[in-house]
């Protein structure tokens, strides 16, 4: 299959236009010399710079939309096998590379706020997103391995890119040392699925699962631990509270949307493409897994006092549910999975969106308390928090509401009642969570605080993601100019190709 | 007046997306003036005046169109729209309106715009998002009682949470955050099992994904409520299925309604709720409930009512009597009448529960009744509370010297509330014990306990509120209703003097659709019927029709 495929350089486009954009700002960067923080210079420069990312990650998106048109060649592949391009990769790097851009207009101001220097930021962030494109291409476990290095490297960089506060320090070391356990369980697994198999390509390691052995099952086990713990995936979620916590808000949006939602792309092609098909010893585990995150992601969520935990928390609970579809494990499933991926993404960034938006003259606003009065301060800005947060709680009329019934009547129609229950128990309970924060915006006066005035980018940002929210709260199946099928259907071709 | 400048046959969608998007507009012209013109945004005149002017046409809209339009004779849902939505998710926008959920609808409508005329300049902070919380919680309601499709029945049944909660928690009392969340779990809860069962009742099978009730005019295959019909291709499920189906529905309508032990959350959002929710949470919100079962319980587990019929007559008949007992122990006027919505919606329970044709149109009638009695009770415990600032049994008595009016006022409120013949609580009370002595002379007996104890609470709570000297010396000098509060309640009182004047207009728009209902129970029964409903179809034989029609 591999060899009679033509050489392409498609699939290695995305990544390669993002690290050519990392580049790029590298230089403008240099080029431009040193700037004081707060002058209009800065500002300026951190415009430029961030249209430039911008720029590299929309050609990123654009070589990826292109392979999604009917009739393109969806199986593309590179130096054999090792990158392709098809319908799961495409729609990937368009999820990825937009998230990527909103992650960035939400950073420029808040560096600023934080006398951060942009250039390192955003080439730190493109390099990560470049990872990112590799990873979810990859038709190899060892390309893929290599790409979520590549994406999880810049992302520790990140985490502690406030240097002088501590908690940022502390979050840049957590992310450092669990993601290099993770590492290791990936590169352990690697070693043992070789040995079983013989192979590290996606088709052939398949083939040799398929013959049976505990083994090579016992390898692509700790694979998918592996990519758990990028993917936040629990039990090997640690990191991602108190990394959300430490880290700088704009990074907390980029990690907790690019790169775990990245990792759970890259967890979706290892299960489509390398599980034995009809499997019964590593599906059930998702089961598990899923039961586990949204048990703990959700009780945990209840009792936060800081909204990026809250968040961070209850974001471990939509992994888990998320995880329900590799049990279901059909089209409608993964259709639905994608779908829930893009609601939560889109929702997670306007709410982390909103904490960096009202942080502002040095003040961070992020425990609970910070909260109180702000829906009667500013009313608009607390009414698009609180569209944020029932979109991820799941209400209507929101993406969130549509998100959470698909992938709940896949996992019942495949015959999975019981795990729908866990999931929706699990869904009151992070309900209570996420309305503490409406509850504490409109339900709690404070004396007079002083917050900030949205930037024009911020701004544009947190509108754009409201209007997806409820666009797709309102017609959460499109039909795409071009295509044949609405969203929803599409997105379960991609991921198990047409029926 | 004419009706030219819009389709009738589309009233319905009128009567969802009237409130909601006046809502959003007024939201949109205040976010647009505050912008253009730096003002602080439309002020609050123009919203009240937009709020109670959507709410009025919206009643308009159910009274004229509605219930003018509406064909006692017609069997099954008139005014049906359908159109495809969303057909992966089985969800399509497919409303109708029969005998069942007709009364709803205008009880709806018609509290919306008395309870903005009752808070007229009440509101003590921020009236618009009061008006506009409001107005969302119409369409929401509106939205339930109409919905066709259990998806859009699931949506409707959603949107109410979120304006309840802020309705709550923001001019609530001292404890209303905790309130606000209390309900949210509870009513989180009850979504939760909603949606297990829908799903595992919806989904059909091998890919058949129908969430339509029946039939959609134009669409395919039998709807949720139908399949296991003679003609249908899907069997229905099985006696062990249809009890699990049948826990989860109950649980889900129980909390809402709410039964007795699921009943918690309530009483906390009576005592700190404001009135205006308080209002429209306890005349149409918990109405929810009760419809619910109607709707869904009863058809989709016929097997499982009818073979624990005794048992749930049981548990509404414990709630009935635990709750009156309570009510009358009781010092706070909201909790009393908290309490006796405990006991009154376990009378329309017990009549659902008797699976009788005239114990079920019972139960729909007490809805409609308890919507009016309690929405005037409780605008008359605001008035009281306005001018007392307390809702204290004990700081009360003697009113009806210094407020005469007030007093008749809630006197015929609370005979009715008691169920006295000529008054509307007469009408579904009776139907409902008919049906509860035709179940069994034990439960029947027990419901008159009920009935007779709710009544004696009540009198005794006029007797310490209105009746004898007047105490306290705070209650000496207290003002009489004013012409806009007399006006709400006596706008109430009316119709139920109406309706246990004259039942017939009620009865007669009800009892096919209860036919209906039952029909709908007996066809996919797995087991024999039962007896009642044998005699039933002997008393009013149900010829063979069309299951849905097309509306003339």
Known sequence: MTDAAPLSLAPAMPAAAAAVGALLILALDTAAGRARMESRGAR????????????????????????????????????????????????????????????????????????????????????????????????????????????????????????????????????????????????????LTFGATGHLDHASVRAGLADGGALGLMGIALVVAGVGVKAGIAPFHQWAPDVD?????SVTAFVSVCVRGAALLVLLRVVVDV??????????????????????????????????????????????????????????????????????????????????????????????EDFAGIGKARPGLAALMTLFLIALAGLPVTAGFWAKLLLLRAVVDAGHVGLAIVALIGSVVALYAYMRVPAMMFMRD????????????????????AVVIVYLGVVPDPRLPGFAHGLLELLGRLVVGPA | MSLNFFDPEHALRWLIFLPAATALALLGCNALVAALFRAPGLSDRIWRAAGLGASVLTFWVAAWVVLGGF???????????????????????????????????????????????????????????????????????????????????FMAWQATFLPIFFLIGIWGGSRRVRAATRFLVAWGLASALLLVALLAVGGGGEGVIQFDMVTPPGGSGPGLLEAGLPGGELGWLGRIDQAWLFVALLGAFGLVVPIVPLHGWLLDAESEAPMSAMTLLTAVGLKMGTYGILRFALPLCPDAVSEWSAMLCGLALAGIVYASLLAAAQTDLRRLVAWWTVAQLGFVLLGTFSLDPVGLTGGVVAMLSHGLTSAALLFLVGAIADRRGSYEIAALGGLARPMPVFAALLGVAMLSAMGTPLLSGFVGDILILLAGFGVGSTIGAFALLGWVLGAGCLVWAYRRI???????????????????????????????????????????????????????????????????????????????????????
């Open chain 1, 44 to 191: 300026r420069r951190g415009l430029v710079l961030a249209l430039a990312g911008t720029l590299a990650l929309l050609t990123a998106v654009l070589s990826g939309l292109v392979h999604l048109f009917p009739g393109a060649s969806t199986a593309a592949a590179s130096v054999p096998a090792q990158l392709r391009m098809d319908g799961l990769a495409a729609a990937s790097v368009v999820i990825v590379g937009v998230s990527g851009v909103l992650a960035i207009w939400l950073s420029s101001t808040y560096l600023m706020v934080l006398r951060l220097h942009a250039g390192e930021y955003f080439v730190l962030l493109l390099l990560s997103i470049a990872g990112a494109f590799v990873a979810v291409a990859a038709g190899h476990l060892l390309v893929l391995y290599v790409g979520l290095e590549l994406m999880v490297l810049p992302a520790h960089v990140l985490a502690g890119f406030d240097r002088t506060r501590r908690r940022s320090n502390e979050a840049a070391l957590k992310s450092f040392l669990l993601g290099a356990f993770g590492s290791a369980l990936l590169l352990f697994g690697l070693a």
């Open chain 1, 245 to 249: 916590e430490g880290a700088p808000t």
């Open chain 1, 275 to 368: 599980f034995p098909a009809d499997d019964a010893v590593l599906r059930p585990v998702f089961a598990g897994l899923a039961i586990i995150g949204i048990a703990i992601g959700s009780l945990m969520a209840m009792v936060q006092r800081n909204v990026k935990r809250l968040i961070a928390w209850a974001g471990i609970a939509h992994t888990g549910t998320m995880l329900l579809a590799f049990v279901a494990d059909d089209a409608a499933a993964y259709g639905a999975m994608l779908f829930y991926l893009i609601a939560v993404s889109v929702a997670t960034l306007g709410a982390l969106g909103m904490v960096l938006t009202l942080a502002g003259g040095g003040r961070e606003v992020e425990r609970l």
């Open chain 1, 446 to 465: 404070a004396p007079d605080q002083e917050i900030a005035e949205p930037s024009t980018s911020e701004l544009a940002v947190l509108l754009l993601c």
């Open chain 2, 71 to 153: 064909d006692p004779e017609h069997i099954g849902f008139q005014f049906v729209e359908y159109a495809p939505w969303i057909p992966s998710a089985g969800a399509s926008w497919f409303v109708g309106v029969d005998g069942i959920s007709l009364f709803m609808v205008v009880l709806t409508t018609a509290l919306v715009p008395l309870t903005l005329l009752a808070v007229w300049n009440r509101v003590d902070r921020s009236l618009r998002s009061f008006v506009f919380y409001v107005l969302v919680l119409e369409s929401g309601l509106l939205g339930v009682f109409l919905a066709m499709n259990a998806a859009l029945f």
């Open chain 2, 466 to 552: 209105a009746l004898g000297p007047v105490e306290n010396p705070e209650n000496r000098g207290l003002i009489d209703l004013g012409w806009r509060e007399r006006g709400i309640v006596l706008t109430l009182l009316l119709p139920i003097l109406w309706i246990g004047l004259h039942p017939n207009p009620v009865l007669r728009r009800v009892e096919p659709s209860v036919l209906e209902l039952m029909r709908q129970m007996d066809e996919r029964r797995v087991v024999a019927p039962i007896a009642p409903i044998e005699d039933a179809a002997r008393h009013a034989p149900v010829e063979p029709r069309e299951r849905v029609e097309e509306p003339a």
